[in-house]
């Protein structure tokens, strides 16, 4: 059975959910057909919650789930569809496999949709689908943890889902393992069109498999947008700090940007020019990052030229093939970015050395003041 066979209608998923407590909530979320949604925010932020609460397995005090045509929750109309009549396949990060069954009875198991006759055929294929042809009759401890992540992965596909729900799928796995998965997650997302929601806490998997990424923190949807949209233009420093971002600062803004013409804003003691200044005003005050990739090392500076800020290297963390460098600017102000280690080498940098950065322009964001 090809694996599009088992796939329904794509349909979007729509999620509203609020409560003060004990696990205070206040979720919206949207996800197309076709789409991959990430999750991401710090430990206890209420990401697991909100996926449990698709799949039926935690009720919340108020809201509304709903995907495609059917209504899943809906504390107004009191409805509260159980998880097995959902059709919602959920990946836990733990696998959750039956110990005693092989990997085929595992998905088997799940099936109970199709005739008697036809799941055995349906349980190898899909098996098959997550390389894993020639291990159908192992028990989960006889395969290593990625292949009880894929065992685990093909079981939520055969409850024909309309949604794909995958709770922290690559945690419990090693690094070796888990780029192969990550590979597979991608394949999926290609050939697949139905939502899938994704919850994770590395940030790097985000980026790389998600279309759009929503912070959650505390249990309140922060910001959602694209990957670009979420690292480069964070709603605020609170939602960059969640995302990774190091370069966040203070600052005031000098002079607002026009068509063709860039933004400044003072910051220690100097001036810096800024793409886009938005909605603020001269005279605001205003927090603003620039992120990594958007500090580079500025060569011999030309008399005049923008955003060069000169310093000494406080650290000097060789990565593998990345270097991370952290250059003190004055006061308690600390740059960091990273370049080849190659580069680093040959430019001989080290802890103590004079160095001097620029802060590419078109890098840098403005938000609302902490």
Known sequence: MALKSVVREPAALKVALSQPGPIPLDVDIFCGAGELLALVGPSGAGKTTVLRAIAGLYRPAAGR???GSDLWFD???GTMVPPQTRAAGLVFQDYALFPHLSAVDNVRLAMQHLPESARTAAAMSLLQRVHLDGLEARRPDRLSGGQRQRVALAR???RDPKVLLLDEPFSAVDRMTREPLKDEIASLHR???IPIVLVT????EAQALADRISVIDRGRTLQTGTPDDVRLRPASAVVARLTGQTNIFAG????RSAPGASGRIRWSGGSLDVAQTGAFVVGERVGWLVPTDYVVVAEAAREGESNVVHGALADVAQLGERTALTVRAGGDAQLRFSMATRDARERGL???RALSVRLLPEGIHLMPAS
């Open 65 to 67: 789930i709903v995907c």
């Open 75 to 77: 504390t107004a109309g």
């Open 191 to 193: 050939s697949l069109a």
């Open 156 to 158: 939520a596909l055969a």
């Open 201 to 204: 806490h590395d940030l790097e």
């Open 350 to 352: 080290e802890a103590g």
């Open 252 to 255: 005031e803004v000098e002079r």
